[in-house]
């Protein structure tokens, strides 16, 4: 059976969990190929502008209600997740397509103003600063986060390119905010930049997440054609402060990053490691003094 025959009669699984659907069956396709596979078809098909109108139809007919993009991925033969963008990518069009983003911002700025919870005078100040990055910042939200992925990057490939964005995308913002910092080109290296804080030099390993994910103190498991994911010289390793200082996880649609302390994560047992919710280190984003604040303890 070829992965064409393959895929579409394994979709619904496929969708529901590609990973528990790869251990259950142990496929003679691995993830990285079902992935790329799909992935390739659907901007094929999207190519044809009438196809195109037909997926974003049945998202109208389902109310727009993303629960049930899965049944029309299910339907289409689709990875769930690059429909999903793409619905995202298109709504976004269509929403701000006519929308004056100065009229916005202006709206945005009055209602800030009417807040009593700030100074009219403080908002006078910061007024054209404040509608500046408004609209900045609105150019970004009308596209649905920074471009990405224009020239449908091979699925393997398009991973490891986000991986290294991610990890510029740190090195640029540290840089902004007055740090020497340096990039590390060794991958098999446990950490990923290296900042110098008075001639400390502090770890730093980058991670690229998404808004509405979490974020792992494990590596990812090793996983490809051949290698056996669930022997545990091929597990994801616990990352702590003997790996790096601080660990940087960056909002790969945005640029945001929260700068987390490793004494932070070392409190945390291996379980609740895996899965950090974002929210729950919402008193490290943006806080680039964190790193000041490690480089102070080290001796």
Request: with cysteine.
């Given at each position: 059976?070829?992965?064409?025959?393959?895929?579409?009669?394994?979709?619904?699984?496929?969708?529901?969990?590609?990973?528990?659907?790869?251990?259950?069956?142990?496929?003679?396709?691995?993830?990285?190929?079902?992935?790329?596979?799909?992935?390739?078809?659907?901007?094929?098909?999207?190519?044809?502008?009438?196809?195109?109108?037909?997926?974003?139809?049945?998202?109208?007919?389902?109310?727009?209600?993303?629960?049930?993009?899965?049944?029309?991925?299910?339907?289409?033969?689709?990875?769930?997740?690059?429909?999903?963008?793409?619905?995202?990518?298109?709504?976004?069009?269509?929403?701000?397509?006519?929308?004056?983003?100065?009229?916005?911002?202006?709206?945005?700025?009055?209602?800030?103003?009417?807040?009593?919870?700030?100074?009219?005078?403080?908002?006078?100040?910061?007024?054209?600063?404040?509608?500046?990055l408004l609209v900045k910042a609105l150019t970004v939200v009308?596209?649905?986060?920074?471009?990405?992925?224009?020239?449908?990057?091979?699925?393997?490939?398009?991973?490891?390119?986000?991986?290294?964005?991610?990890?510029?995308?740190?090195?640029?913002?540290?840089?902004?905010?007055?740090?020497?910092?340096?990039?590390?080109?060794?991958?098999?290296?446990?950490?990923?930049?290296?900042?110098?804080?008075?001639?400390?030099?502090?770890?730093?390993?980058?991670?690229?997440?998404?808004?509405?994910?979490?974020?792992?103190?494990?590596?990812?498991?090793?996983?490809?054609?051949?290698?056996?994911?669930?022997?545990?010289?091929?597990?994801?390793?616990?990352?702590?402060?003997?790996?790096?200082?601080?660990?940087?996880?960056?909002?790969?649609?945005?640029?945001?990053?929260?700068?987390?302390?490793?004494?932070?994560?070392?409190?945390?047992?291996?379980?609740?490691?895996?899965?950090?919710?974002?929210?729950?280190?919402?008193?490290?984003?943006?806080?680039?003094?964190?790193?000041?604040?490690?480089?102070?303890?080290?001796?």
């Amino acid at each position: 059976m070829d992965i064409k025959d393959f895929v579409k009669d394994n979709i619904s699984q496929i969708n529901t969990s590609i990973n528990a659907f790869k251990e259950a069956n142990g496929t003679a396709f691995i993830d990285v190929d079902i992935k790329k596979y799909l992935q390739e078809k659907l901007y094929k098909e999207i190519e044809s502008k009438s196809f195109e109108a037909e997926l974003i139809y049945a998202l109208k007919k389902e109310n727009f209600v993303k629960a049930r993009i899965v049944d029309i991925a299910n339907k289409f033969v689709f990875y769930k997740s690059d429909l999903e963008k793409f619905y995202k990518t298109k709504v976004f069009q269509n929403v701000f397509s006519n929308i004056d983003l100065n009229g916005l911002t202006e709206t945005a700025i009055t209602n800030i103003s009417n807040s009593t919870a700030v100074d009219e005078l403080e908002i006078r100040f910061i007024k054209k600063d404040l509608k500046t990055l408004l609209v900045k910042a609105l150019t970004v939200v009308k596209q649905g986060g920074f471009t990405g992925d224009l020239q449908h990057t091979d699925y393997g490939l398009r991973v490891a390119n986000e991986g290294d964005s991610a990890q510029f995308f740190f090195i640029a913002r540290a840089m902004l905010a007055g740090f020497n910092c340096s990039n590390v080109d060794v991958r098999s290296s446990r950490y990923d930049a290296i900042i110098d804080v008075d001639s400390k030099l502090l770890r730093i390993q980058v991670k690229g997440v998404t808004a509405t994910g979490n974020i792992s103190f494990f590596d990812r498991d090793r996983g490809g054609q051949g290698i056996d994911h669930t022997h545990e010289r091929n597990r994801g390793k616990r990352i702590t402060s003997a790996d790096c200082d601080v660990y940087a996880a960056v909002d790969k649609q945005v640029g945001i990053c929260y700068l987390i302390p490793m004494h932070y994560a070392d409190t945390l047992n291996d379980e609740d490691a895996k899965n950090v919710k974002l929210e729950d280190v919402k008193q490290y984003l943006e806080r680039w003094q964190s790193i000041i604040d490690v480089a102070k303890t080290m001796t």
